[in-house]
């Protein structure tokens, strides 16, 4: 059964602290990895799509990679306004996405 | 500008009374979904169409109907809603394939 599982739940930074969310899946056939940022009462909004082992992406403070059983979105030097829960997703077919539960993260000044 | 929009944004009702949730895209997406929201349990997809008139069941998809008559709309019906449907609701669309979903703003629903 294709699965997601985010970790940490939450987590907790200062500003500049750099950290790493992971996402771990199992899914019969890969087709794409997908991370969103959600904020607190709105939709969530797409960051990055990954498509194989090895593959990186960047988006100002954040990096996305990928391996073969898990991603990980590496925040580098972390502002309040990237306090947000991060989520997950994989498609292992054409017509849904599994989602993970997310990480909350908070940035603290 | 490019959106997913939903309506109602809030909506609070009892047990039993039909209620439509509607959906609309103006991106001429051919996918779209419903998804709800539950605290540690992450998007869950309820149903989901490929195209006009093509629609399919998701992981969750009891209690709910979906019709697809227009590429823009796709309404999320309850017939006779019930507390454990008490969730936060997103429609999503994209184009085909794995392109770039996007997500409308999300409807909260409180059924008593």
């Not at chain 1, 899914?27 to 939709?43: A, H, I, N, T």
């Not at chain 2, 709309?73 to 184009?95: H, K, V």
């Amino acid at each position: 059964e294709d699965q997601v599982t985010q970790s940490p739940e939450a987590l907790r930074l200062q500003e500049g602290e750099s950290s790493s969310l992971n996402c771990s899946y199992t899914v019969s056939g890969l087709r794409g990895l997908f991370w969103y940022r959600q904020d607190p009462g709105k939709g969530p909004e797409f960051l990055f799509t990954l498509y194989s082992a090895g593959e990186e992406k960047e988006k100002e403070r954040l990096k996305a990679t990928l391996t073969k059983k898990e991603s990980f979105l590496h925040i580098t030097a972390p502002k309040p306004e990237d306090s947000a829960t991060y989520l997950c997703a994989v498609s292992g077919g054409y017509n849904k996405l599994i989602f993970g539960a997310g990480t909350r993260l908070a940035v603290h000044p | 500008e490019a959106q997913v929009t939903q309506n109602p944004r809030y909506l609070i009702t009892v047990t039993g009374k039909k209620l439509t949730v509607t959906c609309s895209q103006n991106m001429n997406h051919e996918y779209m979904s419903w998804y709800r929201q539950d605290p540690g349990l992450g998007l869950r997809q309820i149903y989901y169409s490929m195209n006009v008139e093509a629609t399919d069941k998701g992981d969750v998809p009891e209690g709910y109907k979906v019709s697809r008559k227009e590429k823009r709309n796709f309404p999320l019906i309850l017939e006779s809603p019930s507390p454990n449907q008490t969730s936060l609701y997103f429609c999503a669309s994209r184009p085909t394939g794995l392109e770039t979903q996007y997500f409308g703003p999300g409807t909260r629903l409180l059924v008593l």
